[in-house]
């Protein structure tokens, strides 16, 4: 029964897309019969939170309505953006920033130092994601320009100045997440929860005009937005990485690399009970033997080949190919010889159903993924096959959000990250952040990370700052990756996979981030029709 009312809803579904107002079907539309100047998008979710940018919006991809001070390019270089420049004391600590004089939100108001310091005030009052604890005091030093004072130097600060939108004083309020307002390239025009979002240029927009009057986004799950595709009624649609349905007519499948990826999070300490009576630790994930054994025995490539079908690369960080990254940590191939002996060295032997075992312990969890992920549920059988492949028996469990919370500090949990900023690296593993929500939630410590940690944000460069975030994952002797405490078995980055309207032209992307947001509208100001288009 409920199948047949799921495939009666779904033909009804797609019926309803293929009418026109008056409710006759419509056949498929090519760039010729529709309107060249809107587009519809189903590229996922909608933002539970809203579209404020103090609490978090566009930190993973543009914030679409707000501009930004810098910016990262496709090669993620940091431009300016609203900044025409901007320099850093000698000390670090003063960043000064000069801002375009005629650039003004999109109901024609002068957006101005007052917008900026208002800005940044109020999204260190919010303490939300947006992390401005560094930040002593913003202020106005003439119409057009601001200075950031810090406590201490931060050579992370430009990724701040990167990720959070700009938003006007004189419109802000606690509705502003339903009803923003801001200085990028499109305004908010609707927004119908749980249905659609619909966006027109920004007139006053300083950059380069959009070429699209209008674009509505469609918040539809996986089957409906490719229903609507293959009926001819988006220009373009997200997939999972693991979609492996037919081409779409009309539509070219793209497919781009991110530092979007899933890995297994270890408890790192033997089990105690902590302040509040909240459970830390793990008995065997605490053994250094058993993380590095697994990281060494698990075949990355056969998780992309069979579970993404391709459409991703081993993992072997949090931050793989970006600039901080220490590529002496990869682990070319899996080799569970090496892992076995790694596991006898440490005193852990195979008992007769060939799980090993130590003192007693078997070398044995759950694992837990969030209930409704199939690719992350898929990805924790298949580590789980492998596992007791290899000798130790890993159980999965799925759970929602809610209850991993309350188990993820002592429990090995599929998790995913990815960011253009690497302070990551820092709330991922640093000692400070222990039992910070979803940050260091498996209870990682060592000493000579955090000094490589504190250079690393008060260093004068981002190049300087580079070299201490490598040496943090790994100096020769000690580190957080793979080589030293392994206190993840990072798995996969999964390609950000696109089908396109063919005479679309969204130009050149950069490695995208996690996918949350929208990060495929980095660059929507550069999206055309193809030349020969009529």
Known sequence: MRIHIYLTSMLLFVFLLGCNANGTATSKETVQEKDKDTLTLAIGGEPEEGFDPTTGWGRYGSPLFQSTLLTRDQDLNITTDLATDYQISEDGITWTVQIREDAKFSDGESLTAEDIVFTFETAAQAQSVVDLTN????????????????????????????????????????????????????????????EQLIVKKNPHYYGKEPEFEQITFLFLDEDQAIAAAQSGQ???????????????????????????????????????????????????????????????????????????????????????????????????DADTERA?????????????????????????????????????????????????????????????????????????????????DPIELYYLYSSAMKGQGYYNSNYYENKVVDQYFEKAIHARTEEEANQYWQKAQWDGETGLSTLGDAPWVWLVNLNHVYYVHESLDIGKQKVQPHGHGWPITDFITEWEWKEGTD
């Open 234 to 332: 988006l220009d373009m649609l997200s997939v999972p990485a693991t979609y492996t349905g037919a081409d779409i007519d009309g539509m070219d499948r793209l497919s781009f690399s991110s530092v979007d990826n899933r890995g297994v999070m270890l408890p790192y300490p033997e089990p105690y009970e902590g302040k509040n009576g909240e459970q830390i630790g793990h008995a065997v994930t605490s053994d250094p033997a058993i993380r590095h054994a697994m990281n060494v025995a698990i075949d990355r490539e056969a998780l992309v080949e069979g579970v993404l079908n391709g459409e991703g690369t081993p993992a072997y960080s949090s931050v793989d190919g970006l600039p901080w990254w220490n590529e002496e940590t990869v682990i070319e």
């Open 135 to 194: 930040l002593k005091k913003v202020e106005k030093t003439n119409p057009y320009e601001v200075q950031f004072h810090l406590k201490a130097p931060q050579s992370t600060f430009a990724s701040t100045l990167q990720s959070l939108g700009i938003v006007p004083k004189h419109e802000y309020s606690s509705e502003y997440s339903r009803n923003p307002i801001g200085s990028g390239p499109y305004e908010l025009v609707e927004w119908r929860k749980g």
């Open 340 to 420: 076995e002996q790694m596991l006898e060295d440490a005193g852990w032997q195979r008992a007769e159903d060939g799980i090993f075992e130590k003192e007693g312990l078997k070398a044995a969890f759950t694992l837990y993924y969030p209930s409704g992920d199939q690719l992350r549920q898929s990805l924790s059988l298949v580590f789980a096959e492998m596992m007791k492949d290899f000798g130790i028996e890993v159980s999965t469990e799925g759970k929602s959000w809610s209850e991993i919370e309350r188990l993820m500090f002592s429990n090995p949990v599929m998790m995913g990250w990815g960011s253009h």
